[in-house]
């Protein structure tokens, strides 16, 4: 199949299921939208958990951020 022939036949699909290329977009927008908002909301969400925890002040608290691996990354102290 040639290129040529692979963009008029996936230009006739698309023009014949408008309301479907409408919904796969939206599909995909929405999907990745959602995504970095998930991935926003962590990360912002840890560092006010670590600012919270800096604001007590005490120097006796460690904070561990654990992922998944052979082995677990060493403590962070606080200071």
């Not at 408008?18 to 995504?35: C, D, E, F, K, Y």
């Not at 654990?66 to 677990?72: E, F, L, N, R, S």
């Amino acid at each position: 199949m040639f290129l040529g022939e692979a963009l008029r036949f996936s230009t006739q699909a698309l023009r014949a299921n408008p309301v479907r290329s409408l919904l796969t977009a939206l599909g995909m927008v929405i999907g990745t939208a959602s995504v970095i908002l998930v991935v926003t909301i962590s990360l912002t969400s840890r560092d006010y958990i670590l600012e919270q925890i800096e604001g007590i002040g005490s120097n006796i608290i460690f904070a561990y951020f654990v992922t998944a691996g052979p082995a677990p990354p060493p403590p962070t102290r606080i200071t």
